[in-house]
């Protein structure tokens, strides 16, 4: 049995960034590189479920990106990945999560999967599309936003648990191969060490290219999108004002305020 | 002593054949017991993992041989009980050496070579001096008696901070039956041993070369007074000295064949423990080895031959109980007993033939002899016990070993492998930018170079706390501004400086203390500089006695000590002297790690601070509780922290003004302590920069500076 986590290396800003020339980005260097967070989470609980099992699954983590990218999937080798995949091509650059899916998925055909783990979204982009629309793209059953996961190896179904709003729970029976989407807080990802992470650097990463995978740059980047960012830009910032004086002076202060944000004359 | 020419004893006078048979026939057993119970101890020790010592043979015996003959690390912080315990051991050893002196004569000497020396003058001081000695032992022996039962000092508690009253290892009352039936095992040999004596001499008061010359051994002549007075026959005394002739020898040599399977072995664990010391033992924690697939301690067996015997060597005296932080504040940590428990594993599990199964050898849990993880975390690695331990047990690379399988594990507080994460990501444990390691420095009207870029003097390792934390920044641009007006040139590595690493290997995450290491090393070889100098006593200590291990021998610094050489050079006057009342805290990297203790103090002196020594100063500096990592786990609420407890002390010092700190983590930790204690506005907390810069006042040219 085989288990396939979808894994994304995903930027955070560093202090003082840039929005790139064409102003559709961020300056790449002024980002901080990491693995999604949720993406801890689904690598997890097929970790789980392998250690749980005792032999016989393979946890296998494929990555859309650059070969940077390399350094989270060496994590999840150190967490207990076997394998890692990497896809990438200059022509994916400017993908939407459609695109990326299609990826995933004839990255999912390749590798046959019983199960295909994702994270709920990526925490940089928050699109948390990609998962479902490769579960789509395959045309196998899929959950969202899983919390709680029940499954024996061997079974041809698992049963799981999904957040609902206002509280409300949903227990699901899915049919394998399925995909899942895992929330954060399904369990508490293991810390891989340094030196584990070193070790893991002996374990080889698979890199493929768009023909590996049978699709050609149309599938991919701009023109395998249909939709594309426009413009990125930080928001003027509202205004502060620090009252001071006694507090009758404040609160005279804070009234003119309040009746300036109604209209009314001063 | 003329006329006594041929005075001797007579061994084994008035017995029969048979009886000396006998008697050699259980003298050769107890030895042969004695042997194998060595062999059994040894065949332990080897079965720990290997490790080569460093130094010489030679340095190693002369170390060892001061320690042991002069009792100094036993004096330490109880005098009394190192007083009592010289008098035992010289009082055994002269009697030893005695009995080993007749053995000499009677079963090799005269045998062989026919030589004979015990008699006459050799014989009569030789009685003399072992009478000194028995009471000697006698001596040190009923005042340990003392201590035990009736002035009872809370180190001997065997009582455990890690386990609750019920668990069936709670307070080993095992422990307390032993050392009684040493005790008393020892009075009785030596009683008994002069009660033979006095009733030799009643026995043979008819032969005068024995009578005549009975004072030379003046307990056995008063006692056979006494025996005398008491209507005793020599008859009588005969039958008595021959009955206790046989008890004493009996006794003694059941207590030679007990030796390797009692706390009596400490005779030679202790000494054997000292023997392999290693000095910077806390100071330099070991590496991984290559060869080694797991990181640190999981099994007993993966503890060096050399822990094994450290093991053996504790004497439960509680030295390091008394003296650990953790403990004191109410931790589930007594060092001692981390110790005690892993010796009582390694007991059960490799002292018979075969080994069990490796799961019959994992040290962490909570059963009986395993460690529990919140035991090893509650460490702070401050040195405390490896500093006070007389038989040179090292806790701290032992319990930092066991963490480092915790950390494989990802066994810890999720907030420290957040850290851990933190400091792997951006190189700094705030969480902050790398651009902005050097952002203190713009608040400041110069320039401060950038030692990645121009050659400087001095390099300064600033440091995490230093770097980041607003409160440590103000302290840094002082010292920056002291630093030029008295013309240091010197730089920093800006962004290219990471976490120095002391405190992540401490934490046991080896690997990201390799990481942190390198790269510092690489920034630093990039840059030209003559020596290091930092304010944080952790990178102090690492970048010192680590990083020679990575291939980096720097000269490097404490501000304290650059700073009182630019006094001596006349960089710095004194025109406005402190009258403060002041307190200085040691701290555990800069003062027992590195003996940093004088320089603060003369710094202080110079600034004409009045010094008020706290109880706990220099090597025995109470440690503020953010060592080992333990800045980034939240301390237990409701629970007394080590800061705390220290604050409390000082605030006892009546009129007090400044608690001074030379450390940027004692900054964060103790002012944080001074608002929670309830002694703000009491006194004050200041680095000792902040005291230098009041002292020398601004001048106008440079009043821009901070």
Known sequence: ?266 | MNGHGAVTRILFEAFTAAEVRLFYAIGYAAIAVFCYGCYVQIRKYRRGASLALGGTVGARLGAMAAAVLSHRTIDRRDPAAGGAHRLIFYGFTLLFIGTATITLQVDVLEPLFGIRFWYGDFYLVFSLVLDIAGIALIAGLLFMMVRRGWLKPPKLDYARPDRLPGDPDFNRPQYRREDWAFLWILVVIGCTGYLLEGARLVWLAGRPQVWDTRWWSPVGAGLAAALRAGGMSADAAGALRHGLWWFHGLVALMLIALIPFTKVKHIFTAAGSLYVRDPLAAQRLPRIPETQLLPGVAKITDLTWKQLLNLDACTKCGRCHEACPARAVGAPLSPRDVILSLREFANAALQYGSLPEAVHLDVHGKAPGQVAMETLWSCRTCMACVEICPVAVEHVPIIVQMRRKLVEDGAMDPLLQKTLQTIHKTGNSFGESKRKRGAWTKALPFAVKDARKEPVDVLWFVGDYASFDPRNQRVSQTLASLLREAGVDFGILYDGESNAGNDVRRVGEEGLYEHLANANIAAMSAASFKSVVTTDPHSFNTIRNEYPDFGAKLEIEHYTTLLLRLFAAGKFLVTNPLKLRVTFHDPCHLGRFNKGYDAPRELLALLGCELVEMGRCKANSFCCGAGGGRIWTPDPVGSEKPAQNRIKEAAAIPGLEVYVVSCPKDLTMFEDALKTTGNEGRFVVKELIELIREAIPVTRREEVSV
């Open chain 1, 1 to 266: 049995m085989k288990i396939l986590v979808a894994v994304k290396q995903v930027a955070a800003l560093d202090e003082d960034f840039e929005i790139r020339a064409d102003g559709r980005d961020v300056e790449p260097d002024c980002l901080i590189r990491d693995l999604n967070e949720w993406d801890d989470f689904s690598l997890e609980e097929a970790v789980k479920i392998k250690e749980a099992a005792g032999g016989g699954i393979e946890v296998v983590v494929v990555s859309v990106g650059p070969d940077e990218a390399d350094e989270s999937l060496r994590r999840c080798l150190a967490k207990g990945a076997d394998r890692a995949v990497r896809i990438w091509e200059d022509a994916v650059e400017g993908s939407d999560p459609i695109a990326i899916a299609r990826i995933l998925a004839a990255a999912a055909r390749r590798e046959a999967p019983n199960f295909l783990f994702a994270g709920v979204q990526s925490s940089d982009q928050s699109f948390a599309a990609t998962g479902i629309a490769t579960a789509g793209l395959l045309g196998w059953p899929h959950a969202a936003v899983v919390a709680k996961l029940d499954f024996t190896p061997g079974a041809r179904t698992a049963a799981l648990r999904r957040e609902l709003e206002g509280g409300l729970l949903q227990e699901v029976e899915i049919e394998l191969p399925a995909v899942l989407t895992i929330q954060a807080g399904i369990n508490t990802p293991r810390y891989a060490s340094l030196r584990s992470i070193k070790q893991a650097a002996a374990k080889p990463i698979e890199v493929l290219g768009l023909a590996d995978l049978r699709l050609t740059a149309a599938d991919v980047g701009e023109s395998g999108s249909l939709s594309r960012v426009r413009r990125m830009y930080v928001p003027e910032k509202g205004r502060a004002v620090l009252l001071e004086g006694t507090p009758a002076e404040q609160a005279g202060q804070l009234a003119a305020i309040i009746r300036e944000f109604k209209g009314e004359a001063a």
